[in-house]
């Protein structure tokens, strides 16, 4: 009996919560469970797969309509996640809204992190190409930009070329600034994520870290500064969210029953809808 009972009390304390069905007759369990499992648009639709622009596969990847000038988001995951603050952005200002992404694959020329990406690149680039002007969102992850001062450089090149190639074939540009990342291990070594938490503290208390503002620049403070300087000389704009999802200067991942973060590096869908207004001022 003994060791039944310790058995149990482990499931329930290291249990997934997001990978039951189960509630425990909690709200927060609930909730985590409705805003953790929620898939991104982008990936909803099929959009998040390597499928490069004008393909036939890629007519589900049309959000919105509008009689004013199409919005192309482009990029990796960290680009994915943006996918409702960009369509309710496109939705606010009457524009058209596409989005394909794909998965580790930074939207910038000479960059590409295999064959596939490469091939993404090249074949979407093409395909604008041909197309009336229009306003290019590109956003990706700043961990490309990490590590030495080689691999910021070659960041910072690869995407002032690629900010110069879209306008050269007439379109605007504009870069969301990198997330602020939860730079938070956990007890075996690795970066938290929500599917991590275990069931009794979602149950208690909703599993939420935080960082400070502060931290998450000195971690990523290379990158964003590097970032703000390429549309400042090659006339884009720069899309900055850091101050929404870090207010009073700490990012949190689970504040006012929402959980904001879904690992240490995405944002979940419902904490994108909250920045569609910051997209929309951006864009228009």
Known sequence: MVAVFVATATALGVGLFFESS?????????????????????????????????????????????????????????????????????????????????????????????????TYIQNTLKWIGSQKPASVVIAMSGGYGQGSQIDLS???TSLDKTIEALQALGHG?????????????????????????????????????????????????EVWAATELVPEKSVSRLIQVTESLCPDQICETFMNNIWSYRDSNHITAVQSSTLAPIFAQALK
Do not use: K
């Open 22 to 118: 189960v509630s425990w007759n909690s709200s927060n369990v609930v909730v985590a469970q409705e805003q953790i499992e929620t898939s991104h648009l982008a990936e909803a639709n099929g959009c998040h797969v390597f499928t490069p622009l004008g393909l036939p596969s890629y007519e589900n990847c049309w959000f919105t309509e509008g009689a004013e000038i199409t919005i192309y988001m482009v990029g990796d995951s960290n680009a994915e996640q943006f996918s409702e603050a960009l369509v309710d952005a496109g939705e606010t200002l009457d524009r058209p809204v596409s989005i394909t992404t794909a998965s580790a694959c930074p939207f910038l020329i000479d960059f590409a992190t295999n064959s596939r990406c490469d």
């Open 173 to 221: 540009v504009s870069v969301v600034q990198a997330i602020p990342n939860i730079d938070h291990p956990t007890g075996f070594g690795t970066q938290w994520t929500a599917g991590s938490c275990p069931m009794f503290q979602v149950v208690r208390e909703g599993c939420g870290v935080t960082i400070r503002l502060e931290q998450a620049t000195i971690n990523q403070g």
């Open 154 to 156: 070659n960041y910072t």
